[in-house]
């Protein structure tokens, strides 16, 4: 995962995400949120989106991520979670 790359593309971007279950449980909605920062976690075994100074979403390093130019996606195969983050375009 490159990590500069990530920042420089969502810090500050508006997003839609999703997180889904491989299993196909309850699925969460899709949330839009506003990406203040992109960091490691402390223990550097995750990359935390923060919506604010407090909040954020962890997404796993280990996570096989896939990209295009709009659409960032990491899949947990621990967890069987994938997240997937849309840029939205704002007017």
């Known amino acids: 995962m490159d990590i500069k790359k990530i920042q420089e593309?969502?810090?500050?971007?508006?997003?839609?995400?999703a997180i889904q279950d491989r299993d196909g449980g309850d699925?969460?909605?899709?949330v839009?949120?506003?990406i203040k920062k992109v960091q490691?976690?402390?223990?550097?075994?995750?990359?935390r989106f923060y919506f604010d100074d407090f909040y954020f979403l962890a997404?796993?390093?280990a996570s096989q991520?896939?990209?295009?130019?709009g659409l960032w996606s990491a899949a947990d195969e621990e967890s069987g979670l994938t997240y997937t983050f849309k840029k939205v375009q704002v007017f």
């Open 32 to 34: 839009s949120k506003s």
């Open 40 to 47: 490691l976690c402390p223990d550097g075994t995750h990359l």
């Open 65 to 69: 991520v896939t990209e295009s130019a």
């Open 27 to 30: 699925q969460a909605p899709v």
């Open 59 to 61: 997404v796993p390093l």
């Open 9 to 17: 593309r969502f810090a500050g971007a508006e997003v839609e995400i």
